[in-house]
């Protein structure tokens, strides 16, 4: 499956001189227009010489500037067919009135869903899938805002296994969660802007101690994908004040639904006994 723009760049962003980067962001904050106007035009309006975006192109591993438009006019017709349709429907259905906040938030969050679905690298997520399966210790890294979802993440996944740990819970050392990892390890970090220093620094100890590390953010730029393994970048864009984290849910439940899938017998047997102990310890209301 082709890697979307992001994907590509997201490995590669860190490695890229300081004009390189400057057309790699422009072509992320403007990809209709890459795709769709002449580079000659594009040049004059980021202040960067042609020969700079076929640099970049090729720095990435695009065979030249044309891949790199053929590969973003994939995308967005592939995104455009999977839910503009959708989309017109809910403007449609509000059109005649006031939409408000939470319907343009719907919105949002509906149309990153839909983007999500559409650049998903699914072998990478497969890999990444068999790796937590196979991991001695699983680590979850979420600070900030990413808190909430790294422990829902790490709850759900607990009713699986029992190799599954959330970092620095209830003021716990994150450094001793890290203590002892190694290549039979994987460590999930979740970061987005404002960067948490802690989940960065998490990344490179468990990649320098040689752990397979994921890193779920909504940017290129994050200082994590240096050290990652695998990556995703799970579009959060919203007209909230907070970046959407929707889209990051989703990728987190479908993980552990893929998971599931995999677990076998042992799995099922450990979700019924954990059901169990929840009645006998009175944790859920029986009614």
């Known amino acids: 499956m082709q890697?979307?723009?992001?994907?590509?760049?997201?490995?590669?962003y860190a490695s890229l001189s300081a004009k390189l980067k400057e057309a790699a962001d422009f072509v992320v904050a403007n990809p209709i227009d890459v795709a769709t106007r002449s580079l000659r035009t594009l040049s004059k309006e980021a202040n960067l010489s042609p020969a700079t975006f076929s640099r970049m192109s090729t720095a990435l591993g695009y065979d030249s500037y044309e891949d790199l438009r053929d590969v973003l006019r994939s995308g967005i017709e592939h995104r455009g067919n999977?839910?503009?349709?959708?989309?017109?429907?809910?403007q449609q259905r509000h059109g005649g009135g006031d939409?408000?906040?939470?319907?343009?938030h719907i919105l949002d969050c509906a149309a990153?869903?839909?983007?999500l679905e559409a650049a998903i690298d699914r072998p990478m997520l497969e890999s990444c899938v068999e790796r937590l399966h196979a991991a001695r210790n699983v680590l979850v890294v979420g600070a900030l805002g990413s808190t909430g979802i790294a422990e829902y993440l790490t709850y759900m996944a607990s009713f699986l296994a029992d190799n599954w740990s959330m970092a620095s819970r209830m003021g716990?050392?994150?450094?001793?969660?890290?203590?002892?990892m190694s290549d039979q390890d994987v460590l999930i970090v979740m970061t987005k802007p404002p960067f948490a220093s802690n989940a960065i620094n998490a990344a490179r100890e468990a990649h320098d101690a040689g752990a397979f590390v994921i890193?779920?953010?909504?940017?290129?730029?994050?200082p994590a994908l240096v050290f990652a393994s695998a990556q995703f970048?799970?579009?959060?864009?919203?007209?909230?004040?907070?970046?959407?984290?929707?889209?990051t849910?989703?990728?987190?439940?479908?993980?552990?639904?893929?998971?599931?899938?995999?677990a076998g017998a042992p799995a099922m047997a450990r979700i019924a006994e954990v059901e169990l102990r929840n009645r006998r310890l009175s944790e859920v209301w029986a009614g």
């Open 215 to 222: 890193v779920i953010t909504d940017t290129h730029t994050c």
């Open 3 to 12: 890697l979307s723009f992001e994907q590509q760049l997201s490995g590669k």
């Open 172 to 180: 716990a050392s994150l450094a001793s969660g890290l203590v002892g």
């Open 99 to 104: 939409q408000g906040f939470l319907t343009d």
């Open 233 to 247: 970048i799970v579009p959060t864009e919203s007209r909230h004040f907070f970046s959407s984290y929707a889209a």
């Open 112 to 115: 990153n869903l839909q983007n």
């Open 249 to 262: 849910v989703v990728l987190c439940e479908g993980m552990i639904g893929m998971l599931a899938g995999r």
């Open 82 to 90: 999977s839910f503009s349709h959708r989309v017109e429907a809910l």
